[in-house]
């Protein structure tokens, strides 16, 4: 065997090996980037959409790093102040440019995501496919689940 093949196929382990142990969180981060694309993690101003405790939750660790979700301050109404007696006279509001829309651009990463979430299921489907060790490839998928779970804590 030459050199170059041994490379590559030390190589391919590799990939394979590490390609498993971090294909649960990929599967996590596609996921919950997606929700967080359309912004379902959170309540946005002047929105009645209240999301799901999960989705909250999954939000807080994707960006966090923990599953504890800060109490928000509620904004208190725009109460108008009372005038004051010889007050300058209160600017006017400059008009905000108009919004841009980023559904394009959320779409794309929506597919991005899908892409992220399919390939890595595909993975690891070859994954028990093609390697004579299933149990090697379920223990690093669970150590791969069940080491960050550990680690959540902390």
């Known amino acids: 065997m030459s050199t170059s093949h041994a490379t590559l196929k030390l190589f ?12 649960p969180m990929l599967l996590f981060f596609a996921f919950t ?6 912004s379902l993690h959170e309540t946005t101003q002047g929105s009645s959409y209240k999301p799901p405790a999960w989705a909250v939750t999954l939000g807080q660790i994707h960006k966090k790093q923990t599953s504890i979700v800060p109490v928000r301050k509620q904004r208190p109404a ?12 209160t ?7 108009p919004q841009k829309s980023h ?3 959320k779409i794309f990463f929506l597919i991005v995501s899908i892409g992220l979430f399919t390939s890595t299921l595909t993975g690891i489907y070859m994954a028990y496919k093609y390697n004579q060790s299933k149990l090697l490839v379920t223990g690093l ?6 080491i960050p779970v550990l680690l959540l804590p902390f």
Not at 33 to 38: M, N, V
Not at 91 to 97: E, L
Not at 141 to 146: E, H, M, R, S
């Open 33 to 38: 980037g997606a929700l967080q694309t359309f």
């Open 141 to 146: 998928l669970l150590a791969g689940t069940i």
């Open 78 to 89: 725009d109460v108008p102040k009372p005038p004051k007696g010889d007050a300058a006279p």
């Open 103 to 105: 559904l394009p651009l």
């Open 12 to 23: 391919r382990k590799i990939h394979l090996y590490f390609g498993l142990f971090i294909s």
């Open 91 to 97: 600017p006017k509001p400059v008009d905000a440019p």
